[in-house]
C-alpha cells in the first residue's frame, strides 16, 4: 500500500503561482509513476501532468504545457507540480496518484493510489 498526502492548495490571484506536493508513504520501494489530476465541480477528473519513476520523463495535458512543471524527489517520496501564470479555469481539487506503471501514464484507471485533494482557487 502506499498513502499519498497533498498539501500546498490555497486560494491565488490570476496570474499567480502555487506549488503543489504530494508525499508518499508506505511501500515507496516500488517504482511508480507519479500522476497529477483536478477535478472541477461538475466536471469528470482530468489528466494534468505525470512524471516516470527515474524523473527523466514527463507528459503533460495542453491547457498546462508552458505553465506547470511537473518534478520528484525519491530521496523525500515526494512529487510536486509548480503551477505558474495561473487561471480561473484551473481552480479545481487536485489530487495525486502513483500509478501500476514506471513511465508517465494518463488513464485515472491505470493508477493504483490515490491522495485525498487539495483546492486550488484561482480568483479573476
Known amino acids: 500500500q502506499v498513502q499519498l498526502v497533498e498539501s500546498g492548495g490555497g486560494l491565488v490571484q490570476a496570474g499567480g503561482s502555487l506549488r503543489l506536493s504530494c508525499a508518499a508513504s508506505?511501500?515507496?520501494?516500488?517504482?511508480?509513476?507519479m500522476g497529477w489530476f483536478r477535478q472541477a465541480p461538475g466536471k469528470e477528473r482530468e489528466f494534468v501532468a505525470a512524471?516516470?519513476?527515474?524523473?527523466?520523463?514527463?507528459d503533460y495535458t495542453d491547457f498546462v504545457k508552458g505553465r506547470f512543471t511537473i518534478s520528484r524527489d525519491n530521496a523525500k517520496n515526494t512529487v510536486y507540480l509548480q503551477m505558474n501564470s495561473l487561471k480561473p479555469e484551473d481552480t479545481a481539487v487536485y489530487y495525486c496518484?502513483?500509478?501500476?506503471?514506471?513511465?508517465?501514464?494518463?488513464?485515472?484507471?491505470?493508477?493504483?493510489?490515490w491522495g485525498q485533494g487539495t483546492q486550488v482557487t484561482v480568483s479573476s
Open positions: 496518484a502513483a500509478g501500476g506503471s514506471a513511465y508517465p501514464i494518463r488513464p485515472p484507471v491505470k493508477y493504483e493510489y
Open positions: 512524471i516516470s519513476w527515474s524523473g527523466l520523463s514527463t
Open positions: 508506505g511501500r515507496t520501494s516500488s517504482n511508480y509513476a
